[in-house]
């Protein structure tokens, strides 16, 4: 049951002169050091952190030195952050990164959609082309799974289970950033089938402060994530698509 006194109003939606609608709510802001120095609702609201958790979702390969055993790019990083377009150059880049770590495009579990980007969708159906998993937005995503269990000597197949490996070390990771055990973590299940996590609206804020400074961090967790910032911003067109909001900013 959801507290519907968490939330406050932050949007108003007007029609002419009237207010039609209004879009309820909660946000919190921390520092590196989990002061919370600003919300809006009640902070401590349990949320799926969604997509968002994929720059945190790929952080135990990158620390574990996937890139340089691989040798995949910052492009290739960009978009095993991502939630993609689905456009033809995105697609090459994820093909890559399925080269590079020895997997085929049949090994992900993310499902099937029609790609965001809506050109890249309509010359799909004029050429007749089917859709494809490395079309999902969620590719690069899997991509980086399969290749941390590549890294973990772990099975390629069922790697969205919770009790694979794989997603046990990203659960852990989480927990780390957030400022949790991992048992204080809710799970779901996300519509690409990968596990998603819940955790108070602060905690996700604090991993979100940590990955844009992490300097309070152990080394090695600190080098991998500015490694994953810097993939991000200098690839935004990996990062999201055309006319993307989040390639935009």
Do not use: W
Not at 40 to 54: C, L, N, Q
Not at 69 to 85: N, P, Q, V, W, Y
Not at 146 to 156: G, S, T, V, Y
Request: charged letters at 25%.
């Amino acid at each position: 049951m959801i507290d519907v006194e968490s939330y406050v109003p932050l949007v108003e939606v007007t029609r002419g002169a009237m207010v039609e609608s209004v879009h309820f709510g909660a946000f919190a802001a921390v520092d590196v050091s989990g002061n919370l120095i600003g919300s809006y609702g009640d902070p401590e609201i349990v949320t799926f952190m969604r997509s968002s958790a994929k720059p945190i979702q790929i952080m135990p390969f990158v620390e574990l030195g996937g890139m340089e055993k691989f040798g995949l790019t910052d492009r290739e990083l960009a978009i095993m952050c991502a939630s993609h377009s689905g456009t033809d150059e995105q697609v090459e880049v994820v093909r890559g990164i399925e080269k590079k770590i020895g997997v085929s495009e049949g090994d992900l579990i993310c499902g099937i959609h029609m790609p965001l980007d809506k050109l890249t969708a309509q010359k799909m159906i004029e050429r007749q082309e089917e859709l494809s998993p490395n079309r999902n937005n969620c590719s690069g995503k899997h991509a980086g799974m399969l290749a941390l269990a590549r890294m973990l000597n772990a099975p390629k197949e069922d790697y969205v289970n919770l009790k694979h490996p794989v997603q046990k070390v990203i659960r852990q990771t989480i927990a780390e950033m957030c400022e949790l055990q991992p048992d204080e973590i809710i799970t779901g299940v996300d519509g690409c089938s990968a596990p998603v996590f819940a955790v108070p609206l602060r905690n996700g804020a604090l991993a979100y402060a940590r990955l844009g400074d992490p300097d309070k961090l152990p080394e090695k967790r600190a080098r991998a994530i500015r490694r994953i910032f810097d993939a991000m911003t200098n690839n935004p067109d990996m990062v999201a698509g055309p006319q993307r909001f989040d390639t935009i900013l």
